[in-house]
């Protein structure tokens, strides 16, 4: 079984960066596979951060792109999220996931976690 | 940048009703588009994948449909369970994604 989980502080401040760590178990991130970040801001939809592909492969959302930076470490089977100059607006709830776009594999995504950003 | 616009924002309904929400592509996406079932405090679960097909294991009243720019997912007897967000998510410009605005099904 397929199990992801977020890591990392619940609390940054603004004008700080925020990071944050997906764990992976239950699959070898080096198998292959994209592997993402989505967040959604407290009683807001869903947005699309970015992927990367587990060769270190990046896709950015264009509206993010120059604030964003996700890597993988193969070896601790982990991909990790930096989100630069926080505002207030960054406050969501942070998933990692593993989509399955058109394929019938199942669509795994961590619990979530919510980071705030305030002074 | 493809845009996708999910109606209705949110609907009453009672059990056994057949509820149908739509998603409306702002370009062509063929039929790179899936469907997902939140409830409060818990992740987005995927529902239905390729714009038609059952993800396993989700009960048979879910269906979607549609091709190019117009989707719809339909519940034909809405169950207790089913009271949650729905969002549709395209994928055409895959490994990247975007959802629709939501759509809040909530008790009449």
């Known amino acids: 079984q397929v199990q992801l989980q977020e890591s990392g502080p619940g609390l940054v401040k603004p004008s700080e960066t925020l990071s944050l760590t997906c764990s992976v178990s239950g699959y070898s991130i080096s198998s292959g596979s994209y592997w993402g970040w989505i967040r959604q801001p407290p009683g807001k939809g869903l947005e699309w951060i970015g992927s990367i592909y587990h060769t270190g492969v990046t896709y950015y959302n264009p509206s993010l792109k120059s604030r964003v930076t996700i890597s993988v470490d193969t070896s601790m089977n982990q991909f990790s999220l930096r989100l630069y100059s926080v505002t207030a607006a960054d406050t969501a709830v942070y998933y990692c996931?593993?989509?399955?776009?058109?394929?019938?594999?199942?669509?795994?995504w961590g619990h979530g976690t919510l980071v705030t950003v305030s002074s | 940048d493809i845009q996708m616009t999910q109606s209705p924002s949110s609907l009453s309904a009672s059990v056994g009703d057949r509820v149908t929400i739509t998603c409306r592509a702002s370009?062509?996406?063929?039929?790179?588009l899936g469907w997902y079932q939140q409830k409060p405090g818990k992740a987005p679960k995927r529902l239905i994948y390729a714009a038609s097909n059952l993800q396993s294991g989700v009960p048979s009243r879910f269906s979607g449909s549609g091709s190019g720019t117009e989707f719809t997912l339909t519940i034909s007897s809405l169950q207790p369970e089913d009271f949650a967000t729905y969002y549709c998510l395209q994928y055409n410009n895959y490994p990247l994604g975007t959802f629709g605005q939501g759509t809040k099904v909530e008790i009449k």
């Open positions: 996931a593993r989509p399955a776009y058109s394929s019938s594999a199942a669509d795994y």
């Open positions: 370009q062509g996406i063929r039929n790179d």
